[in-house]
């Protein structure tokens, strides 16, 4: 669990450095956007979406590699991969919870994204 904790705190770091290099990059545009009448909250879910794709595909390529490595290992023969983990092997929950975790990486940075937007939008604006 400790890990799963590091690697969402890591996950959190690198999303909101992303969006306040975006919001840096297009301050320009996005002051043109409020000058024509945008919100915040228009603009912070132009940077959700797109800051979700990447995610996705991040999630996805990463699904498919653990995946892959599963498989292989799997194949290598359970027995082994038991007794070098000490104890028995993945259980179908497990797989169910493996498989979840790109979905809800995805989900951790969509709204960390929008959090970390709309922050930096209103010390800003």
């Not at 799963?4 to 450095?17: D, E, F, I």
């Not at 320009?28 to 228009?42: C, F, L, N, P, V």
């Not at 498919?64 to 292989?72: D, G, S, T």
């Amino acid at each position: 669990m400790a890990l799963v904790l590091l690697m969402a705190a890591a996950t959190s770091a690198a999303v909101v450095l992303a969006a306040r290099g975006a919001l840096d990059t297009h301050r320009s545009t996005i002051e043109t956007m409020h000058g024509i009448g945008a919100t915040d909250q228009q603009v912070a879910l132009l940077f959700q979406r797109k800051i979700a794709l990447d995610a996705l595909a991040g999630a996805v390529a990463g699904g498919l590699a653990a995946a892959l490595a599963l498989i292989v290992i799997g194949a290598g023969g359970l027995a082994m991969a038991s007794d070098l983990a000490g104890g028995p092997p993945l259980r179908v929950s497990d797989f169910v919870v493996l498989a979840l975790m790109p979905v809800a990486a995805v989900l951790l940075a969509t709204l960390v994204a929008r959090f970390a937007v709309l922050s930096a939008l209103h010390k800003v604006i």
